[in-house]
């Protein structure tokens, strides 16, 4: 990529990942655009923390509608679109796959189509955000960027599906489009019904939290700050490569995350539950992926960003964010009660 970016399109931004990546970006002078259907899970723009509200450019729209993916990619002409666009959650896969594989395989495919035609005219580059639960549960060792693809879950067959139609397009119509297989991430603005934020909640309502079986499935937690500093940094590289592996390299079991922000909510008084009712194990999810863990050799040796935001400080620091930003809490409890999802029989 010769030019300069200066325009960014984000596509998901109003969700976990894209909210923490375009408040970084805004305060970086870029002109950003946002297009997100605004989901259950989507934070409502009065929530954004824009740096130069002139300078960001949002749009409800659903990927679904080709027809305005080409006049947004037409009418804001982008350098650089992040896709963060997806239904994301696990359990709500196997709710409903036929919804969500759906949503996530049609999304990415309206949108890879419309840059490849607008990419024919327009330097351009595209980074697509895609996990690390595409590569299957592995009981040992790390997964590589050339590891087969082996998903378990609805969800992550719909990540896996949209990476291969990536690679698909860039060796058929010579796009431009990056891959980044991200570990699971935390941190400000994720919805209620994932793993670390349901912890905090119910610890701060005095309620037992409920644990997947017994607890022992581990999972690399990466600060979505750091994600948010690295995407960037992986979009803005020219070093060539088709997907990169980005994580912390901090692999814990869900038992050790509940207990450390267990222990830090109770030394806080955040709490009054004490170490014997503190959790609640129910029955594990189907099909529930054991572990796990990226190799991300390539990310250290050739994107200039060390992540390395300690994981019981950013616990700490992400219990304060959820303490101190009550109304958008309330925001999202009016959308979800916490019932459980995904179990089939
Ligand atoms: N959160 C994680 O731990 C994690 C880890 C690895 C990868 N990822 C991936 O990163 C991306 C962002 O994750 P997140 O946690 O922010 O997800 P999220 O569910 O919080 O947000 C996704 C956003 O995409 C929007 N969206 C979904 N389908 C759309 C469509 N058809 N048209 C327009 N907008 C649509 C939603 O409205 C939502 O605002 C996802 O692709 C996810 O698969 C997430």
Not at 82 to 107: G, Q, T
């Given at each position: 990529?010769?030019?300069?970016?200066?325009?960014?399109?984000?596509?998901?931004?109003?969700?976990?990942?894209?909210?923490?990546?375009?408040?970084?970006?805004?305060?970086?002078?870029?002109?950003?655009?946002?297009?997100?259907?605004?989901?259950?899970?989507?934070?409502?723009?009065?929530?954004?923390?824009?740096?130069?509200?002139?300078?960001?450019?949002?749009?409800?729209?659903?990927?679904?509608?080709?027809?305005?993916?080409?006049?947004?990619?037409?009418?804001?002409?982008?350098?650089?679109?992040?896709?963060?666009?997806?239904?994301?959650?696990?359990?709500?896969?196997?709710?409903?796959?036929?919804?969500?594989?759906?949503?996530?395989?049609?999304?990415?495919?309206?949108?890879?189509?419309?840059y490849a035609?607008?990419s024919k005219?327009?330097?351009?580059?595209?980074?697509?955000?895609?996990?690390?639960?595409?590569?299957?549960?592995?009981?040992?060792?790390?997964?590589?960027?050339?590891?087969?693809?082996?998903?378990?879950?609805?969800?992550?067959?719909?990540?896996?599906?949209?990476?291969?139609?990536?690679?698909a397009f860039n060796t058929t119509y010579k796009t431009d489009i990056?891959?980044?297989?991200?570990?699971?991430?935390?941190?400000?603005?994720?919805?209620?019904?994932?793993?670390?934020?349901?912890?905090?909640?119910?610890?701060?309502?005095?309620?037992?939290?409920?644990?997947?079986?017994?607890?022992?499935?581990?999972?690399?937690?990466?600060?979505?700050?750091?994600?948010?500093?690295?995407?960037?940094?992986?979009?803005?590289?020219?070093?060539?490569?088709?997907?990169?592996?980005?994580?912390?390299?901090?692999?814990?079991?869900?038992?050790?995350?509940?207990?450390?922000?267990?222990?830090?909510?109770?030394?806080?008084?955040?709490?009054?539950?004490?170490?014997?009712?503190?959790?609640?194990?129910?029955?594990?999810?189907?099909?529930?992926?054991?572990?796990?863990?990226?190799?991300?050799?390539?990310?250290?040796?050739?994107?200039?960003?060390?992540?390395?935001?300690?994981?019981?400080?950013?616990?700490?620091?992400?219990?304060?964010?959820?303490?101190?930003?009550?109304?958008?809490?309330?925001?999202?409890?009016?959308?979800?009660?916490?019932?459980?999802?995904?179990?089939?029989?």
């Amino acid at each position: 990529m010769k030019k300069k970016i200066k325009k960014i399109l984000v596509t998901g931004g109003s969700g976990f990942i894209g909210t923490n990546f375009i408040n970084l970006i805004s305060k970086k002078n870029y002109t950003i655009f946002n297009i997100d259907k605004l989901s259950y899970i989507s934070s409502e723009e009065k929530f954004k923390k824009i740096k130069n509200p002139k300078k960001y450019f949002f749009k409800k729209n659903n990927l679904s509608n080709i027809n305005e993916i080409f006049n947004c990619l037409n009418f804001f002409k982008p350098n650089l679109i992040v896709n963060f666009a997806a239904e994301s959650h696990v359990d709500r896969s196997i709710e409903d796959p036929l919804y969500f594989i759906k949503n996530n395989i049609e999304s990415s495919l309206n949108l890879f189509h419309s840059y490849a035609q607008y990419s024919k005219i327009n330097e351009a580059r595209l980074i697509h955000v895609s996990t690390d639960e595409v590569y299957g549960s592995i009981s040992k060792g790390l997964s590589k960027e050339t590891d087969s693809y082996n998903p378990s879950s609805p969800y992550s067959a719909s990540k896996a599906s949209q990476d291969l139609i990536a690679r698909a397009f860039n060796t058929t119509y010579k796009t431009d489009i990056r891959v980044i297989n991200l570990s699971n991430n935390y941190g400000p603005y994720q919805f209620p019904e994932k793993f670390i934020p349901t912890l905090i909640f119910h610890f701060l309502k005095n309620r037992p939290a409920p644990i997947y079986g017994r607890g022992e499935n581990i999972r690399e937690w990466t600060h979505v700050e750091d994600s948010s500093k690295a995407i960037l940094k992986t979009s803005l590289s020219n070093k060539k490569f088709f997907n990169i592996n980005i994580g912390s390299g901090k692999k814990v079991s869900n038992l050790e995350i509940a207990k450390t922000i267990f222990s830090i909510m109770k030394k806080r008084k955040l709490t009054s539950l004490t170490n014997q009712n503190y959790l609640k194990m129910v029955k594990d999810r189907p099909g529930h992926d054991i572990r796990y863990a990226l190799n991300t050799k390539l990310f250290r040796e050739n994107i200039n960003y060390k992540i390395d935001k300690n994981l019981k400080n950013g616990l700490n620091e992400t219990i304060s964010w959820y303490i101190n930003n009550n109304s958008w809490l309330k925001s999202c409890l009016k959308k979800y009660k916490f019932n459980r999802l995904g179990l089939i029989d």
